[in-house]
């Protein structure tokens, strides 16, 4: 059983750089596809981003395609988030989720486990 904690969060400003980690215990973490989401203001909780077992190969939603980056580092257990030229519609609770196996979904239902979310506020 994995269990996810999250961190790096906080308040920046438009344009700026924040970088959000997620270390992961147990001895299994590389049998785990990795994903990042995030939940807005009144809104659902949506796909961030996804990176297989060995971070050979990731994927990103539209929206943060080209400034979010995924990487993980299978030696710590942790995974992590470089966001670049944030924007106030990036403010939200990111969350960390685990989904056993190599197959990157986008559906938060397929993802057993999950953090308790870092805090991410982009002022304008």
């Known amino acids: 059983q994995a269990q996810l904690v999250e961190s790096g969060g906080g308040l920046v400003q438009a344009g700026d750089s924040l970088r959000l980690s997620c270390a992961a215990s147990g001895r299994t973490f590389s049998l785990y596809v990795m994903a990042w989401f995030r939940q807005g203001p009144g809104k659902v909780r949506e796909f961030v981003a996804a990176?297989?077992?060995?971070?050979?190969?990731?994927s990103y939603a539209d929206s943060v395609k080209g400034r979010f980056t995924i990487s993980r580092d299978n030696a710590k257990n942790t995974v992590y988030l470089q966001m670049n030229s944030l924007k106030a519609e990036d403010t939200a609770v990111y969350y960390c989720?685990?989904?056993?196996?190599?197959?990157?979904?986008?559906?938060?239902?397929?993802?057993?486990?999950w953090g308790q979310g870092t805090q991410v506020t982009v002022s304008s």
């Open positions: 990176i297989s077992r060995t971070g050979a190969r990731t």
């Open positions: 989720a685990a989904r056993w196996g190599d197959t990157m979904v986008a559906e938060k239902d397929d993802y057993s486990y």
